[in-house]
């Protein structure tokens, strides 16, 4: 039941629609019905600027990185547990309970679980994104190559209960970006202007 008790708040936790919430509160816009639609932090950027973009990002970051250490702050092992926990944030980012199931595309909550269980992994990781994002001028484009690298660091680290949760995160990362891919092909996705 202590377990079960942990991951329904770690859901919980993803659930916090972090970008709905700045939108409404400090600028009166949902931000579902503006952009992409979606709640994540590039929609946040596109929409409300670069401010609320990096507030909504870094909290979308935390609600995985603090996930990922509830286990920690109550003293449950094993170790893996870091990143079931991790997992049903980002299920909760995906699908939150408070934002009628419409959420994020997984990609600042995936990355804050990976700092809270490997922080070297998320450095490695952002450095990536930024060097995608700025040959490429594509933040999905960036974000699923992070998710690929993330998976292959994962095979030369021996953690095995690492790669089967990385890579499932890598899954969701490229299945929540499938409209992106389309887009990307038909050279119709936004490029970014400021880097």
């Not at 919980?12 to 503006?34: A, M, N, Q, T, V």
């Not at 699908?95 to 994020?104: Q, S």
């Not at 490997?118 to 450095?123: A, N, R, S, T």
């Not at 949760?165 to 899954?171: P, Q, R, S």
Request: a positive charge; aromatic letters at 14%.
């Amino acid at each position: 039941m202590f377990y079960a008790l942990i991951l329904v708040i770690a859901y919980l936790l993803g659930s916090i629609p972090s970008g709905l919430i700045i939108g409404k509160k400090f600028y009166g816009i949902d931000i579902r019905e503006h952009g992409s639609g979606n709640l994540g932090g590039t929609n946040t950027f596109r929409t409300l600027g670069v401010k609320a973009g990096l507030i909504v990002t870094i909290m979308d970051i935390l609600k995985g990185t603090i996930a990922a250490l509830l286990p920690l702050f109550f003293s449950v092992e094993p170790k893996m547990f870091m990143l079931v926990a991790g997992i049903f944030a980002v299920i909760g980012h995906m699908y939150p309970l408070f934002a009628n199931f419409r959420g994020g595309k997984a990609v600042a909550t995936s990355g804050g679980v990976l700092l809270g269980y490997d922080p070297l992994l998320f450095l490695i990781l952002l450095a990536v994104f930024f060097l995608g994002l700025y040959v490429s001028k594509y933040v999905s484009l960036s974000s699923m190559i992070a998710a690929i690298i993330a998976f292959t660091y994962t095979l030369f680290t021996g953690d095995i209960p690492l790669m089967i949760v990385v890579g499932v995160l890598a899954f969701f990362v490229i299945y929540r970006h499938r409209a992106n891919i389309v887009r990307i092909k038909n050279k119709t996705e936004p490029k970014i202007k400021w880097l």
